[in-house]
């Protein structure tokens, strides 16, 4: 097992080694490209978001700038929306369903360090996966714990601490976050103005 592998594993490792350090070093790279890119340059960044991503649905929007640690971990459905200042460290696999939106300022982080001073300052940290189902609202400022799975079709709150898994088809919000109520079909607009 390479060291991207064990990284990848949930199991605690050395996070400093030169196989990481360049597939951090070529994550940094594609997102300061992507960061710089003009608007008018939509070919140019669904070419860098492919090949950062490990995988990506045929219709989605990505607002710059955006961040990622190494970028092929991170595995999105289709129609996705992905709102400014966005960071997603994907030291652990990062799947985020169809459907999903992401509001600006979210971190979405699968790493931790550990907490002896002395072994996190050697490099040793540990990854965990982060699922996001379909449907799925993150609110503006929402950062996502290591090990968070969130269900189908539930909305967290802004400015909300993710740090327990949630389960589809709830309202959640707060810090630590915590699900506040079912959503419903009352909860559909029901004053909808088309144009």
């Known amino acids: 097992m390479d060291s991207l592998e ?6 605690w490792h050395d996070g400093f080694t030169p196989e990481i ?8 790279l594609l997102c300061h490209e992507l960061n710089q890119l003009p608007p008018s340059a939509d070919n140019r960044r669904d070419e860098i978001i492919r090949a950062l991503f490990g995988s990506i649905g045929g219709r989605y929007h990505l ?14 459905g289709d129609r996705f929306l992905c709102n400014f200042n966005v960071a ?10 169809d459907n999903v939106f992401i509001g600006p300022n979210t971190t979405i982080c699968t790493v931790t360090h550990s907490l002896d001073a002395e072994q996190r300052n050697a490099g040793i940290m540990r990854a ?7 449907n799925v609202w993150l609110g503006a400022g929402v950062t996502v714990m290591p090990g968070v799975s969130i269900g189908d079709g539930t909305v ?4 909300s601490l993710v740090t327990h898994s949630l389960p589809s088809g709830v309202l959640a919000y707060g810090s630590p976050c915590r699900i506040i109520r079912a959503i ?9 103005a088309l144009f």
Not at 63 to 76: Q, S, W, Y
Not at 128 to 134: A, C, E, L, S, V
Request: hydrophobic share 40%; net charge negative.
């Open 184 to 192: 419903t079909a009352a909860d559909k607009v029901s004053d909808l």
């Open 128 to 134: 965990q996966p982060i699922t996001i189902g379909n």
């Open 156 to 159: 967290v709150g802004a400015g």
């Open 6 to 11: 064990l990284m990848s594993s949930g199991r």
């Open 21 to 28: 350090a360049t597939a951090l070093h070529r994550a940094a």
């Open 88 to 97: 997603i460290l994907d030291e652990a696999p990062v799947t985020i369903g």
């Open 63 to 76: 607002n710059t700038p955006f961040r990622c640690d190494i970028g092929h971990n991170i595995h999105i």
